[in-house]
């Protein structure tokens, strides 16, 4: 049976003490004070409705959406080793554009649905023939906040170390 279970990562600041340990700072308490950063693991389930081109192009066009670009980042090749690979994470992918030509970009497209927002939002997905990606995302101004998230959990789970 195949989960529609999707991973998203986000990050939180932590304050720990810890016991002193080899002479660092120490304070008041005796123990050294640190601010480190853990990743959390935020598990939702992204609903990749089922759309054609002409509905997704049309929705990720709307005059009242708004469209946030990610930065192009290089693709970490032991999660994607091709352009395709995409449709392993991403329910019901469409491909936008796609050429036999190897000096041109695939583009995907999906409409996602997130438990925890009401409004769709649009996901186009450029693969360049360099092992590059960039995402773009669509959706009402009111759901700009947790575009970030969607843009940097992206990065984070598909971008080389």
Not at 16 to 30: F, H, T
Not at 38 to 56: R, V
């Amino acid at each position: 049976m195949k989960s529609n279970s999707k991973l998203f990562f986000s990050f939180t600041e932590w304050s720990l003490q810890v016991p002193q340990v080899c002479g660092s700072y120490k304070n008041q308490k005796g123990r050294v004070d640190a601010d480190i950063f853990l990743p959390i693991l935020i598990t939702q389930f992204l609903e990749g409705k089922p759309t054609t081109i002409k509905s997704f192009n049309a929705s990720f066009d709307r005059d009242d959406n708004i469209v946030v670009e990610g930065d192009e980042i290089t693709l970490d090749s032991s999660i994607i080793k091709g352009p395709l690979d995409f449709s392993k994470y991403f329910e019901n992918l469409i491909t936008l554009s796609s050429s036999q030509n190897q000096y041109q970009n695939t583009v995907f497209g999906t409409t996602l649905r997130m438990k925890w927002q009401v409004a769709s939002c649009f996901l186009k997905i450029i693969v360049t023939p360099s092992n590059k990606v960039q995402f773009m995302l669509s959706t009402h101004p009111e759901n700009e906040s947790f575009i970030d998230l969607i843009l940097e959990s992206l990065k984070f789970l598909f971008e080389r170390d």
